[in-house]
Structure formats: C-alpha cells, structure tokens
C-alpha cells in the first residue's frame, strides 16, 4: 500500500497534464464575474460547509450557480443539464476541513467492500486513501484527505465525455478550491505547482470585489 503523499501526488501530476485546468482563486473568479471576463461560472461545494460558503462572491448580478452536496459531487442535482443550458465557462470544486461526511464515507468504503457503496471507487485509490486515513486517524491526515477528495473529483470531471470535449475545445476550464479551517484560508489548486497554495489574503483596492475572512460573504465594489 502506498502513502498518502503518493496518491496525492500521483492524481495532482494526472491533473497537471489534464489541459483544462488551471489556477484560479476567489478574486480572480469574483473579479472575472463582475467585470464580465467570465461570463457564467458554476461551484460545486460540500453540503458539510453550510450555507454560508467563505471566498465565494456574492454579488447579485452574477451569473454564477452555487451547488451543494455531500462530497462536492458533480454528477448530481442537475449539474451536467446546467452547465450545458447556461454554457458554463469555469467550474470550481470547493472542499475543506475538518468535513465529517469524508470520514463517513471512509468508514463506509472501508467497512463494506463488497456492498454496492460506490463500485466504481472500491477498487482505486480513493479506497486506500481513506484505509491510511482510518488507520492513523490524524487530524493532519484528514486535511489531506479533504484536498484529496477534491483532486478525485476534478479528476471524474476530467475523465467524463461531455466535460473533457468542453475542455478540449476551450469552453470550460476546472478549478480546485480547498478551505482549510485551521487557518482560516482559501487553497487554490496550482496546475503548474501540481499542489495546493495557500491564498494569503490581502485587501487590493483596485480590487473590484473585496472580501474579509472573518465575515464569510462579504463584498463592495
């Protein structure tokens, strides 16, 4: 069985070569909106985060569609029919920690192999991801876990027919967003980096949307 560190960087590696993805953080997506660069964008985030979602803009007259599930999945709730009426141009999937449902979905991977729970994952990496992670039980382990869980589903996205021909021809790039509670901070997957990097936040009055961490959805322009 290999380590955490291996699965992470092995799945991280696949994306970096994926040509759809991209760095992009919560200004840059708000900024974009706002300005009208991004003309409609889509965030797919844990349902285990709340209503309240830090770093995601919040101004009114965006075009941009909030869903939530549990394990930020994008093969559910309509997302697909959305992306496609309302031709979507970026799409962000926003995990974090500490989220108690990876933990139970862990348990239950692990616990019930041979039920019908998610077939198609058993037999990958997502399976021995949370075997280590159950085994040590480390809060360190679970953040880990957390940037993990949003680098598999990136990774499904990528994989499925209908989003990889929109990537292909340029009409949609992916986004990786992780919340780290422990700090309070925004993690923006880095493609070129093939790893998550810590948005230190700064007010930028040439900023067309500014927003405090302590405040979650806060924005002025």
Request: glycine share 8%.
């Amino acid at each position: 069985m290999r380590n955490l560190v291996d699965a992470f960087d092995d799945i991280a590696f696949r994306l970096s070569n994926f040509g759809g993805g991209e760095f992009l953080d919560d200004l840059q997506l708000s900024d974009g909106l706002v300005s009208g660069s991004i003309a409609s964008a889509a965030v797919i985030a844990c349902s285990d985060m709340g209503w309240l979602l830090r770093y995601v803009c919040s101004d009114e007259s965006v075009n941009l569609h909030l869903f939530q599930n549990f394990g930020h999945r994008f093969d559910t709730g309509g997302f697909l029919e959305t992306m496609v009426d309302s031709k979507v141009e970026r799409v962000v999937i926003y995990g974090h920690s500490p989220c108690e449902y990876a933990r139970f979905r862990a348990r239950a991977m692990v616990e019930h192999r041979s039920s019908d729970f998610s077939n198609d994952e058993k037999s990958g990496d997502l399976l021995e991801v949370y075997s280590l992670a159950l085994e040590s039980d480390d809060q360190s382990i679970w953040q880990n876990v957390g940037r993990y869980n949003v680098l598999f589903e990136l990774m499904k996205m990528a994989e499925h027919p209908a989003i990889e021909a929109a990537c292909s021809k340029g009409m949609l790039k992916l986004h990786g967003w992780f919340f780290n509670a422990e700090s309070a901070q925004l993690e923006v997957f880095d493609s070129s980096k093939a790893k998550f990097v810590e948005q230190k936040f700064k007010l930028d009055e040439s900023a067309i949307v500014r927003f405090l961490p302590g405040e979650g959805l806060v924005g002025e322009r």
